[in-house]
């Protein structure tokens, strides 16, 4: 099997507005990152690593020991194994998803904030 490139989605997770109840943007934030991960698998193929789902270690029995730092080095040493990263929603107001653009950057891995062109340009990667 030929080793098809690894997208790294990229947005924000935490909540950025001051105007929103907080859990609903949360929520809001983490469904646009699942669904664009669903659908870049079903629809295209395409495998992604999805931070959303980093909620599932906080629910283990270590959990709560789990620091916020903790789930960020953990993102940024996935994203040096991803290939390209696609930005999501308003991932310029999210210190986060800036931090992980700047190391994808400084790695020379490409970000993409048009689906259609990550898509196209991960079909010229499989070629």
Not at 46 to 52: G, K, L, R, Y
Not at 56 to 76: D, N, W
Not at 93 to 112: C, H, L, W, Y
Request: charged share 20%; aromatic share 8%.
């Amino acid at each position: 099997m030929k080793r098809k490139p690894l997208i790294y989605l990229a947005g924000p997770y935490t909540p950025v507005s001051q105007n929103v109840n907080h859990a609903t943007e949360m929520l809001g934030n983490m469904r646009r990152g699942i669904t664009a991960c669903a659908e870049l698998l079903a629809e295209h193929d395409i495998v992604s690593f999805c931070p959303w789902l980093d909620y599932q270690l906080f629910l283990t029995s270590v959990g709560s020991t789990i620091t916020a730092e903790q789930i960020k080095h953990y993102s940024l040493q996935v994203l040096l194994h991803c290939d390209a990263v696609l930005t999501l929603g308003k991932y310029t107001d999210s210190s986060g998803t800036m931090a992980e653009i700047r190391e994808a950057n400084r790695q020379k891995i490409p970000v993409f904030n048009n689906q259609n062109n990550l898509i196209d340009w991960y079909r010229k990667q499989c070629e």
